[in-house]
């Protein structure tokens, strides 16, 4: 029943920044204990956690993208937006947004959604 759906450009230049939203039905950004993230896989590549804004509103990102990476979110369109800046070819990648449920503890509920994702190509 909860759908999440990204949207953006396809095609970015490169040193300009990306910027990613993703539309939540189904469910408020804001239920608690969820945590709201960015994914990425580049080709040929596994899965990269990005970034994530949890229910409470803080962001938290990954050590190697803190310094160009932002997440805010819009409550009253139940949406949250990924910004990434100075781009490279590097960041060429299938992007998606996730939901998550984290109860502590390490115990993790069934409770996981994820977007179709969405290609980003860099052109140099």
């Known amino acids: 029943q909860v759908q999440l759906q990204e949207s953006g450009p396809g095609l970015v230049k490169a040193s300009q920044t990306l910027s990613l939203v993703c539309a939540v039905s189904g469910d408020s950004i804001t239920r608690t204990w969820t945590a709201w993230s960015w994914i990425r896989q580049p080709p040929g590549k596994t899965l990269e956690w990005m970034g994530v804004i949890p229910y409470d509103g803080n962001t938290y990102f990954s050590s190697s993208l803190k310094s160009r990476a932002s997440i805010s979110r819009d409550t009253s369109k139940n949406q949250f937006t990924l910004q990434l800046t100075s781009v490279t070819p590097e960041d060429t990648a299938v992007y998606y947004c996730?939901?998550?449920?984290?109860?502590?503890?390490?115990?993790?509920?069934?409770?996981?959604?994820w977007g179709q994702g969405t290609q980003v190509t860099v052109s140099s």
């Open positions: 996730n939901a998550a449920e984290d109860l502590g503890n390490g115990v993790i509920s069934e409770y996981d959604y």
